[in-house]
């Protein structure tokens, strides 16, 4: 059975899954793109080979007889509309982050997939699929450091476009650790604070950077995460955590090590793409896995509202510079099963 799917946004991340659904997994195949770039969307199709045809707007696309599936891939204030066409179509849809840019939002795409009565959604949430991740929270869950007190990660981008503004290094940077957190540690956020240190020279001027995020959990981890996007080196994440009787640290990216010239040097990565790709690939093979299979489990649209819930208040505490409380509204037994 092969899933058709429909590209929603062919830009960074819509191309790079074009690509990976087309030459590297199986069971998929792309039958349609859209952008509000047309040439970019045709151009995308021209690079890749793509057979697909090419439709001037998102909601025509998800209409389309042909199309069983969706990829929403473009920018994050786009996703919500896109979402809920795709559940009122009742058709699988797999949205990057953020599934929506408030909680609002992914409350109203919650209700709607709760109201259809099925799994339909499934959003990029990609680093619970990264083997380093999976390490960390088999440790963690096999108890080999004992509870959890303290986690110190940071999230570092060599650069970031004029475009890039102070509250994307929450609702766009941040996220993924306001994700993958919650799931490593079993827990969900109770406070959360911004402090913002110094800042680097190396960076538009309407932009605070680096910026420090302070958690502290409902069973009372504390979490301080740095977001430091134009910190010129590399793409770097770091995750450690800080247990009872000891330390794990989030495995380094596979690297040679070389011995030359009077110097042992490995290379730091530059490029998120590269950063997760084999959990980019994997995730992606589930996504359509379950489709065949009439049941998706990758990251819930609960997910996606639990994280936002706390990049809501990240935001109002970066405004506030006080410690803001995290309240969600109650997990539907849905999201349960
Ligand atoms: N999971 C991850 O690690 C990553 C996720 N992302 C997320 O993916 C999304 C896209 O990011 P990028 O690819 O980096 O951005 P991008 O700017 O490279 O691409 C977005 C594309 O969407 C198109 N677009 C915007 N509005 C549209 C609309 N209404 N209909 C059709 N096309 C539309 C744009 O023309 C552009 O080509 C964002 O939400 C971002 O946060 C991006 C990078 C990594
Ligand atoms: O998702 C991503 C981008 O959208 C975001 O802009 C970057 O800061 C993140 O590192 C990357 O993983």
Known sequence: MTIRIGVIGTGAIGEDHARRITHVLSGGHIVAVT?????????VVARLGLDARVYDDGHELIKAADVDALLVTSWGPTHEEFVLAAIKAGKYVFCEKPLATTAQGCLNIVNAEVAAGQRLVQIGFMRPYDRGYQ????????????????????????????????????????????????????????????VYPRRTRNRFEHLADPQVVLIETHKGVRIDLEIFVNCQYGYDIQCSVVGETGIINLP????????SDARLS?????????????AYDIELQNFINGIAQGRIEGPTAWDGYAAAVAADACVKAQESGQIEAVVMAERPAFYNQ
């Open 266 to 278: 490995t290379a730091i990565l530059t490029d998120w793409k590269q950063r997760f790709i084999d």
């Open 252 to 259: 380094e990216p596979q690297s040679l090590l070389v011995r």
């Open 135 to 194: 390490l960390l929270k088999q440790a963690i869950d096999d108890n080999q450091i004992g509870e959890p007190l303290m986690v110190h990660c940071a999230h570092r981008n060599p650069t970031v476009p004029e475009s890039y503004i102070t509250s994307m290094a929450i609702v766009d940077t941040a996220i993924h650790e306001l994700d993958v957190l919650r799931w490593l540690l079993n827990d969900d956020y109770k406070t959360v604070q911004v």
């Open 35 to 43: 952008d509000v770039n047309r040439s970019q969307a045709e151009a």
